[in-house]
Structures are given as C-alpha cells and as structure tokens.
C-alpha cells in the first residue's frame, strides 16, 4: 500500500480526490490532517507523499503561514515528495522550486485528475526513497550492535559511553553507507561530490567558489590541496596552517593544452581519456572535474597553476572563497596522489630509452 497524506483545513474540497484516488488506485490510503495536526500525523503515519494546501481557511497566505511551515518541516525532518495543492500554488516560494520531488496543482475542476497523475509520477520513485531509508535504519541496528558493547567495556560512567556510543556509530554508519550499492554499479561522475559539504573544516579537494564571478566560468574554482588534517577546526581546535595551497580550475581545452594530449584526434583522445585521466583521476599534471548540473562546471584542474590563500577567507556567507562542495573518498586520496606524484617527482636527465628499450626486448 502506498499511504498518502493531505494536509488541509478544509477537508470537503478534497472529497473529489480522494474519491478519484478510491476508484482508480485502491492500493493508495489516503489520511486527511488539519495545519495544527499534520506534524504528529505525518510522524505516526510516515506517508510516502504528501498532498499540502497552503492557505489556512481559504484565506491568503502570509510568509509565516501554517502551510509554509508544514513544508518546512517536511523538508527539514521528514523527506518525501510533496505536492502543493492550492488555489494559489504561486504563494510557495523558491526554497523548493525546481526540485524533482516537489509539484504544484491549482485547485480546479480538472485538479483530481492532475493530483492523481503527479502521485502515479512519484509513485515510481518512491520505492528507491523506501529502501534506501530500510537500508539506513538496517545499517544502523548493526552499527548499534556491533559498537555499544566497546562503548560499555571502554567507558566506565554514562556520560562519556553515550558520546562514544554516538560518534562511534556515526563513523560506522557512514563507512557502511560504501556498501549500498551493487557490485556491477557505476558511479554517476558527480557522485564524487559531497554537496553541499557536510563538516564544518575545509578539506583536500574541496571545491571553491570565488565569490563574485560567473559560476559558469571554470576558473572561477580553486581545489584545495593542503591535507586535510592540517584545517581540522572544532571548539579546541584550530588549523595548524594560516594558508591553504589551491590548484586554478580551467576549462576542459584549456585543461587539455597543459597535457601531451593537445592536438590528439577524437579518437584517440577519447582513449586516453577513458584509459588514463579518467580510469586514475589524474593525467601528468591535470584532475578532471565532472559537471556538477547549475553548480559546478565541467573543468579540470592544474597542478601546475597553483595559489596559496587565507584560510581565514575560506567560508560561507562574505568570505572571499565558498566551499561549494568536497570529493568524496577514494577521489579525495586520488587528488593528493596527483599532487604527490607531480611535485614529489625527481627531475630526471635525458636518457636514451630507444636503446634501453631495445635492451629489455632484446632480454625478454
């Protein structure tokens, strides 16, 4: 069954619907709440989607109103598809526009018809938003399992064995996130990302945005190259660095003038691409960076074009550089590779390698 939840004050405008919904989709249970009852029904009942009116009583809507707040607090505590159904849907404001899991129907004689259709749209989707939460919630009794009794043995009051409890399941749960997919998937490129950056520390292969030029322009970005142990920030913390080493961004042919790749035909450079730089992360001295869609630009960046700034500029809100998203592992030890492998290597002199190539040939 696919429970539906409608938040609306006046429940005899939703008789047209839920009697479409009965007749045509019997494995949809629909539950009508009230604006003052929808956060504790939405808890006890955990709808799949939610079918939200704006305008208490009919009446306009202020910035403040209930149904603005019940979407609030869908979209901030409990995730799920929404439909805004309202007789004036433009009141919902651009905190969700564009969203894929968010819709609007106007009230109308046609409006059943619509809101039926847009569930049947989310319908599909629902299931993969059901058991990837069925997989966390498993995940987490395992992690619970598996790391209370090290709290209890390690801790002697309970105080600290709650602390540990906590951060040492996190730490857990989130290694087991790796596991969810099968073995025969790929990753979408973007899925490198971590968006929007989820610690409060800057890390190696954070993305930055510097604040106030076109974020359509790869060279807008910089990459962080500095460890990510030496920005570690928390209360008793501060960063062991006053400067954090960036790598520019460029675009995709500017990426690919600083490589042997230059000039290459199509075809061949669509073979290098997809057998060296894109297969190790990195190709002599250029990372690709994927097109993250309306944040991040296709790019790549230069380990030799290189900048140090502040970390104290390094931020949100004013500062002159926003994070706008860290590399996720392995693609974040991958970028420190690159950069190892381009700084750290020895210079070595000209040697005659057709004769030494010979040699090995010659000796196999």
């Given amino acids: 069954m696919l429970p539906v939840l409608f938040i609306e004050d006046q429940q005899e405008v939703l008789e047209p619907v839920t009697r479409l919904l009965g007749r045509e989709r019997p494995n949809i249970t629909c539950t009508i709440s009230s604006f ?11 709808p799949r ?10 009446t306009t809507a202020e910035p403040d109103n209930a149904g603005l707040r019940t979407r609030e607090f869908i979209w901030g505590k409990y995730f799920c598809p929404i439909i805004i159904y309202s007789a004036r849907p433009e009141l919902h404001d651009d905190t969700c526009d564009e969203h894929p899991f968010v819709k609007s129907v106007k009230k109308g004689a046609k409006s059943p018809r619509l809101v039926l259709e847009t569930i049947d749209a989310f319908a599909q989707h629902v299931t993969a938003l059901a058991e990837t ?36 399941g996190r730490r857990r749960l989130a290694a087991m996130m790796d596991n969810f997919d099968s073995p025969d998937s790929k990753l979408a490129p973007w899925e490198q990302y971590i ?47 006053g400067f954090v080493l ?21 075809a061949k450079l669509q073979e290098r691409l ?33 900048d140090l700034i502040s970390v104290s500029e390094i931020g949100s809100a004013e500062k002159p550089f926003e994070r706008i998203a860290s590399i996720d592992s392995p693609f974040r030890e991958a970028i420190s590779w690159a950069y190892m492998q381009s700084s750290g290597r ?19």
């Fill in 274 to 306: 997809s057998g060296s730089m894109l297969t190790h992360g990195f190709f002599e001295t250029v990372i690709p960076l994927p097109e993250l869609k309306g944040t991040i630009p296709p790019m790549m960046a230069s380990l030799r074009h290189l």
């Fill in 246 to 266: 960036v790598a520019k961004c460029f675009g995709i042919r500017s990426g690919l003038d600083f490589t042997s790749m230059n000039g290459m035909k199509p």
């Fill in 133 to 168: 939460e069925n997989y966390v919630r498993r995940a987490l009794s395992e992690v619970m399992r598996n790391t209370a009794p090290y709290a209890f043995e390690s801790r002697a009051d309970d105080a600290s064995r709650i602390e540990v409890i906590k951060r040492s």
């Fill in 36 to 46: 003052e009852e929808a956060e504790k029904k939405i808890i006890e009942l955990q």
């Fill in 49 to 58: 989607i939610i079918v939200l009116d704006l305008m208490k009583d009919g």
């Fill in 346 to 364: 020895p210079g070595l002199p000209d040697r005659d390698n057709v004769a030494w190539t010979t040699e090995i040939i010659e000796n196999l």
């Fill in 195 to 241: 968006f929007p950056p989820v610690t409060s520390s800057a890390k190696l292969g954070d993305v930055l945005w510097v604040r106030g030029k076109a974020k359509t322009d790869p060279t807008s970005y910089r990459i962080i190259l500095t460890p990510s142990c030496d920005l570690a920030l928390s209360p008793t913390r501060t960063p062991k660095v």
